[in-house]
């Protein structure tokens, strides 16, 4: 069953929409996708939030750039994110990043890739800072990749991605001075957030201890 707390926001933006608000027209849109006030039905939705980006809202533009992405409508996701990047949206420079490397809707550039992620990043957008980072750690950059995870992880400390690469770098030595207990660290508190590739390298580091142990 429906609130009235529910029906009466819905009614809200209804109204808001109808008189060419664009805050109320991203409501709208909203209510419509998530059933709040209203049953769910998505074309509803995706018009009004197509309404609201027409009518400038930045939200609708960034929100419908991951909604068609998600339903790999890439050329749609393409024209959204790119709209909100001219804007200096950081979560539509990311996404246009994504598009570039994955070669979704575009050909795939990894150039480009980077320079969005690195825009992003500089936004505030801790996936960009990460994801640029890995592209530089994997072109051998270490330094400057060093310098990237940790602006991912001020930016975002619960990062799991982040502190994986950042644990794995304090283990090789890599842009850093190796430091094989400050990397485990690191390491456990990827692990901690979820990360797999994090519990395997520590599963590895335990394999090496022990193994170095019996030799000795």
């Not at 074309?43 to 929100?63: M, P, T």
């Not at 339903?71 to 949206?89: C, P, R, V």
Request: glycine share 12%; hydrophobic share 35%; proline share 1%.
């Amino acid at each position: 069953a429906l609130s009235n707390n529910e029906w009466d926001k819905f009614r809200n933006y209804k109204q808001s929409a109808e008189a060419g608000y664009s805050s109320g027209m991203y409501g709208l849109g909203n209510c419509y996708l998530n059933g709040e006030g209203t049953n769910p039905h998505e074309n509803k939705g995706v018009y009004w939030l197509r309404k609201a980006a027409n009518a400038g809202c930045i939200s609708a533009i960034k929100d419908l750039g991951w909604y068609y992405r998600e339903h790999e409508q890439y050329d749609q996701a393409f024209q959204y994110f790119n709209m909100g990047a001219e804007t200096d949206d950081a979560d539509c420079m990311l996404g246009l990043g994504l598009l570039y490397d994955w070669g979704q809707g575009v050909t795939e550039d990894k150039a480009k890739a980077e320079k969005w992620y690195k825009k992003a990043g500089e936004k505030g957008s801790a996936a960009g800072a990460q994801n640029y980072a890995s592209r530089l750690y994997q072109n051998g950059n270490y330094g400057e990749a060093f310098k990237w995870v940790i602006k991912a992880l001020e930016l975002n400390p619960d990062f799991a991605r982040a502190q994986c690469l950042l644990g794995k770098m304090y283990c090789l030595g890599e842009g850093v001075n190796q430091d094989i207990k400050t990397g485990e660290d690191w390491l456990r508190q990827a692990a901690d957030n979820g990360s797999e590739e994090a519990e395997k390298m520590l599963e590895q580091l335990e394999t090496a201890k022990n193994n170095a142990a019996s030799v000795n």
